[in-house]
């Protein structure tokens, strides 16, 4: 009788996802908006989903400028290389489902942050990375890199609002040259959370095929709590769980 492997890592979230919860900053930024750091994912796709209050989300893609209004119950999601801008409009509260769990907290994020920043990687590193803990120091901190990324935002938005994606293409391109070095990582973390999870269900698909059902005896149930609570985020106050596959979280980084 055929039954399915063993997975890869230990009873991950479906399709080994990674969830957050998030409170969207209500922090002023230079252009009168409130709201979390611009940035972009270089492989994930993250998707929004909205459980309480009003607010957007701001994209920047090559087809174009996009204010994508939330409130409870919507659901918006971008692809990788979009620039995501979540917007507080009152007591925004989002659960945040991010493809790929472990490679964004792996680095899978770039900030908006000026050219002459994304330039150097010691300096970008400087620029994203906070302070441990989660006092004023390390609010503070978040802040400057949100105005940061705000600043360099506005430049491609102005940009691309006037009809050119050229200054959005080379941040695009400088972000994945800051990240190149570690794709070999990434690539581990893939083949052993997302990769492994698919090719566990074509084993399971294949063993019902051939008549085997043991894999079903490994059959449980599993339940997790948030290991810390109102962290700074990219986006806002970050709820975390620490799930399998995970590492450190990205939006600390």
Same mark, same amino acid.
């Given at each position: 009788?055929?039954?399915?492997?063993?997975?890869?890592?230990?009873?991950?979230?479906?399709?080994?996802?990674?969830?957050?919860?998030?409170? /969207?900053?209500?922090?002023?930024?230079?252009?009168?908006?409130?709201?979390?750091?611009?940035?972009?994912?270089?492989?994930?796709?993250?998707?929004?989903?909205?459980?309480?209050?009003?607010?957007?989300?701001?994209?920047?893609?090559?087809?174009?400028?996009?204010?994508?209004?939330?409130?409870?119950?919507?659901?918006?999601?971008?692809?990788?290389?979009?620039?995501?801008? =979540?917007?507080?409009?009152?007591? *925004?509260?989002?659960?945040? *489902? =991010?493809?790929?769990?472990?490679?964004?907290?792996?680095?899978?994020?770039?900030?908006?942050?000026?050219?002459?920043?994304?330039?150097?990687?010691?300096?970008?590193? /400087?620029?994203?990375?906070?302070?441990?803990?989660?006092?004023?120091?390390?609010?503070?901190? /978040?802040?400057?890199?949100?105005?940061?990324?705000?600043?360099?935002?506005?430049?491609?938005?102005?940009?691309?609002?006037?009809?050119?994606?050229?200054? *959005?293409?080379?941040?695009?391109?400088?972000?994945?040259?800051?990240?190149?070095?570690?794709?070999?990582?990434?690539?581990? *973390?893939?083949?052993?959370?997302?990769?492994?999870?698919?090719?566990?269900?074509?084993?399971?698909?294949?063993?019902?095929?051939?008549?085997?059902?043991?894999?079903?005896?490994?059959?449980?149930?599993?339940?997790?709590?948030?290991?810390?609570?109102?962290?700074?985020? =990219?986006?806002?106050?970050?709820?975390?769980?620490?799930?399998?596959?995970?590492?450190?979280?990205?939006?600390?980084?």
């Amino acid at each position: 009788m055929v039954s399915a492997p063993g997975p890869a890592l230990p009873h991950p979230l479906p399709g080994a996802v990674g969830l957050s919860h998030l409170s /969207a900053y209500d922090w002023e930024a230079a252009d009168g908006v409130c709201g979390g750091s611009p940035h972009l994912h270089l492989v994930c796709t993250e998707a929004y989903v909205v459980t309480g209050g009003r607010g957007a989300v701001q994209t920047l893609s090559p087809d174009g400028y996009r204010d994508i209004p939330l409130r409870p119950g919507s659901v918006a999601w971008f692809t990788p290389g979009t620039v995501h801008r =979540m917007v507080q409009g009152g007591g *925004l509260r989002i659960t945040v *489902l =991010m493809q790929n769990s472990g490679l964004p907290e792996a680095g899978d994020a770039v900030f908006t942050f000026p050219p002459e920043v994304l330039a150097d990687p010691r300096t970008y590193e /400087a620029a994203a990375t906070l302070p441990p803990g989660g006092g004023a120091g390390t609010e503070a901190a /978040a802040l400057r890199r949100r105005d940061l990324a705000v600043e360099g935002y506005l430049l491609l938005r102005q940009a691309l609002v006037a009809g050119d994606a050229g200054p *959005l293409r080379e941040f695009q391109r400088a972000a994945a040259r800051l990240v190149r070095e570690k794709v070999p990582r990434w690539r581990e *973390l893939w083949r052993c959370g997302a990769l492994a999870a698919a090719e566990r269900t074509g084993a399971q698909l294949d063993a019902l095929a051939a008549g085997g059902d043991d894999y079903l005896a490994d059959a449980t149930a599993h339940r997790s709590e948030p290991t810390r609570l109102g962290g700074f985020g =990219m986006c806002g106050r970050r709820d975390e769980y620490a799930l399998p596959g995970a590492t450190l979280p990205y939006e600390d980084r």
